[in-house]
């Protein structure tokens, strides 16, 4: 028998076992006992041999595992099984009950499985090599060779310094054209006219994306595969409303002169003036913006200043980013100041409440909000607001507002406004310190991927990869296409 069993009392050279001794002297005792399988270099277990719980056999008290079986060496009770290979789109197994939820061009779960295969994995061979050539090759004794000493790429999840979604932090902005896309922080609260604390709203989108891979299953997309992107950090914004909107506009120029889609991580919603005038003079012809909000945010000053309740009317003074291409979606409540509600009647601007958008489904709104934006444009800046969403939903923001949109909502309305392309797009409202759950900031860093998903997948940045798979699924048809009025 094995040793750590003590299944006689009688022992020659009257040694008596105790299985109650601790494993150092049940080993000690193996060693004064001479058993065989000590001999081995480095004490390894002898297969049938070794009885040691902490040698990790799964089930100690089965007969099976009692003495490995030759063919699962492993030690688990059952054989191993040759599973039959479903490797191509529509293979059913014999007999399924449902062979439609096989088929690609009519379950997103049947497509998105096979879409996956094409995705490609160069990106993520190139993370892996980066990281081990500044983070240095692992321990000897870590079998997964891609695991560097330091953290470096996207695992684990739980270390590193946070850029967003783990994207490399660009610290020379001069090199910014060598992207797709950069992310911008934009830390600026002082246009709040409630609470306070959108400043760290930046980190607190960071540092929750932290949670996210760069691949998403039904969108069928990775974003390191597909995507050149990086984080470019904060704006220096400073404690003036003015100066900070110069600061804010100028970095937002900087990134979209070179022709890098920007990405701004607000902040509170005064800087959709500035972002839209870093923006707009470099397009060619009329700027549409697309608003996801509660409020209209049409206002000309809040206590005598250009503050969170005022971007649009200042943004629609912009010679290119006329009202008539303002669409506001979501509005509502009980948190509208009137003045603003006279010039979006004044200006023309297209407002829709939840409560239509509701009634005519998501679907519809989008087609209207494209319809709206692109109507005569060049190009449709995104706005969302995390506050557009349910107030359950977004505690951690300036004013929260019940009635709003539920998450699949307002992410389903972010994916189809976003399919013509976008000039640029911010995130804002996001206060971290009224909800230490993170949740706020968890569905502006998922607004922001699934936007960069379907940018993706429309080809309107990036790369997307090749596919033979029909058309994924629940993807509506564009009924009014803005390429008619184009061509
Ligand atoms: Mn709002």
């Known amino acids: 028998m094995g040793f750590g069993h003590s299944h006689s009392h009688k022992k020659k050279n009257m040694v008596r076992r105790v299985r109650s ?3 150092a002297a049940q080993h000690d005792l193996a060693h004064a006992e001479d058993k065989d399988h000590h001999d081995s270099t480095g004490h390894d277990w002898i297969a049938g041999k070794h009885h040691h719980a902490e040698h990790g056999q799964p089930y100690p008290d089965l007969p099976s595992s009692h003495h490995p079986h030759p063919q699962h060496a492993e030690g688990y009770p059952w054989a191993r099984v040759e599973h039959a290979d479903y490797d191509k789109p529509g293979q059913v197994p014999p007999g399924h009950p449902h062979p439609e939820v096989f088929d690609p061009a009519v379950r997103q779960g049947a497509w998105a499985k096979f879409r996956e295969k094409e995705l490609g994995a160069k990106g993520w061979k190139e993370e892996v090599d980066r990281c081990l050539a500044h983070g240095l090759e692992a321990a000897p004794s870590v079998k997964d060779r891609t695991i560097s000493t330091f953290a470096r790429g996207e695992l684990p999840h739980f270390a590193g310094i946070n850029t967003f979604a783990k994207t490399p932090y660009l610290e020379d902005v001069n090199k910014v054209s060598q992207f797709d896309a950069a992310i911008i922080g934009v830390p600026f609260d002082i246009g709040t006219t409630y609470r306070s604390g959108t400043r760290f709203g930046p980190q607190g989108i960071r540092r929750i994306s932290a949670l996210y891979g760069t691949y998403n299953y039904e969108l069928g997309v990775d974003l ?8 470019v950090g904060d704006v220096f914004t400073i404690a003036n409303i003015e100066k900070g909107f110069d600061q804010i506009s100028k970095a937002v120029a900087h990134v979209r002169s070179n022709g890098v889609f920007p990405i701004m991580l607000g902040g509170d919603h005064s800087i959709g003036y500035p972002n839209v005038r870093g923006i707009a003079p470099f397009i060619d012809g009329p700027v549409g913006i697309i608003h996801i909000d509660r409020h209209v945010d049409t206002q000309e000053t809040d206590m005598d200043e250009r503050m969170h309740t005022t971007p649009w009317f200042h943004a629609t003074n912009i010679p290119n980013a006329p009202p008539v291409n303002l669409v506001q979606l ?19 601007t ?7 958008i509701c009634e005519m489904g998501v679907e ?44 699949r909502e307002v992410l389903k309305l972010l994916r189809l406004v976003a399919r013509e392309g976008l000039s640029g797009m911010e995130v804002v409202e996001v206060a971290p310190a009224y909800d230490p759950s ?3 900031a968890l569905v502006a860093t998922r607004g922001i ?6 940018l993706v997948n429309e080809g309107k940045l990036g790369r997307k990869p090749p596919t033979e798979l029909p058309p994924p699924p629940y993807w509506p048809e564009r009924k009014s296409k803005k390429a008619k009025a184009k061509k």
């Open 350 to 356: 297209t407002v829709l409440t939840i409560d239509d």
């Open 224 to 231: 390191r595969e597909s995507l050149k992107w990086c984080d």
């Open 330 to 348: 979501g509005i509502g409540g009980w948190q509208a100041p009137r003045p603003g509600v006279k010039v979006g009647r004044s200006r023309g």
């Open 449 to 454: 991927m699934d936007v960069l998903a379907t």
């Open 21 to 23: 001794a601790s494993k």
């Open 364 to 407: 519809r709104a989008a087609e209207i909000a494209l319809d709206v934006a692109w109507k005569g444009a060049k190009a449709v800046y995104l706005s969302f607001d995390v506050d557009s969403l349910d107030s359950g939903f977004v505690p951690g923001t300036g004013w929260p507002e019940p009635g709003g949109f539920l998450p």
């Open 438 to 440: 993170d949740m706020t």
